[in-house]
């Protein structure tokens, strides 16, 4: 069983940072890809961005030039820094991992950007 736990969510204004770690109880290269998504309430879970192990990584327009992922294949630790943030990222940030072809997800960390 593959375990994903994140950390680093929380409350900052506007134009204020933040950065998620989610750790990864996996064999590291089992790991297809990795990836952040987001859901507000009422609205459907989306993608933030997404880091596979072969090919480029992908982000959603709307965090361009603001949030960047990473993984840390050592500490199988994945990250998300957060920069410029708006109170329209305010979410539960959820860590996501494609392992051996199978999705998994992690806990879920609430972030809140007040205006």
């Known amino acids: 069983q593959v375990h994903l736990v994140e950390s680093g969510g929380g409350l900052v204004q506007a134009g204020g940072s933040l950065r998620l770690s989610c750790v990864v109880s996996?064999?590291?290269?089992?790991?297809?890809?990795m990836g952040w998504y987001r859901q507000a309430p009422g609205k459907q879970r989306e993608l933030v961005a997404r880091?596979?192990?072969?090919?480029?990584?992908m982000y959603a327009d709307y965090v361009k030039g603001r949030f960047t992922i990473s993984r840390d294949n050592a500490k199988k630790t994945m990250y998300l820094q957060m920069n410029s943030l708006k109170p329209e990222d305010t979410a539960v940030y959820y860590c996501?991992?494609?392992?051996?072809?199978?999705?998994?997800w992690g806990q879920g960390t609430q972030v809140t950007v007040s205006s």
């Open positions: 996501h991992a494609l392992v051996d072809l199978q999705t998994y």
């Open positions: 880091i596979p192990s072969i090919g480029s990584i």
């Open positions: 996996a064999n590291i290269f089992s790991i297809n890809a």
